[in-house]
């Protein structure tokens, strides 16, 4: 776990983390499989990876962009977590167009059926897997954490907390819209790296908890890791209520 002293110090190492992180993907595999999140932490990664000259240090024409979660609405509508990114960051950036892969829209090719858009974006994931498998070698995955410890669109207690399929709709979200889909809790914990960013006062019962033992549905933030690292990065007000023995083994 990284404590940084504030938000704005955290967006800001993050970003450089996460260039240095493609970079090294890009060394040991020739591309890089990046999952992007929604949320106003994330935002504010996006927007310091693109104001940092060391981004150009990047061939973003080999990165595969994914997305862990995505709220159910139209193609360009504000909220969406793809349209959020792409104002932030991805427009900027020279990504090969074919390597951005958002989560269908609700007015996409299977319109307003959040089911079929979640198979659909599970077909597209297998389709860039290795041999036979369903999902991509996923590099590094970014989870924002709620102050309720949802991850992606993995809500506590929410039937999507049992899924075992490697996508998911999700209906009745606590969180507006209620509609989305989502990566599941397996599939998320195939990445080689999670990277859980979190700031602020709000969120700090939920990153306490999750690092002291909680259990996956009630709390999807303790459900999650990578299968080389879990980096918990936070601000010093998202950390408040880590005990200094769990700070210390992280
Ligand atoms: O679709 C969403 O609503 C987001 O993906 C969500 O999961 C977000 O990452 C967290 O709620 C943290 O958001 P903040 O950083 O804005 O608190």
Redesign the pocket.
Known sequence: MIVHADARLLAEAVAARLIVRVLDAQAERGSADVVL??????AAVYRAVLANPARDAVDWSRVDLWW????FLPAGDPDR?DTQAREALLDALPLDPARVHPMPPSDGPDGADPELAAARYAAELARSAPGSGELPHFDVLL????EDG????VFPEHPVAYETRPVSAVRGSP?PPPV?TTLTLPAINTADEVWLI??GPD?AGAVGMALTGAGPVQLPAAGVHGTSRTVWLLDRAAAAQVPLSSRALR
């Open positions: 999140t929604g949320g106003r932490v994330a862990g979660d995505e709220r977590n989870l924002g954490v709620g949802h991850v992606a669109s969180k989305r979190a700031a969120k």
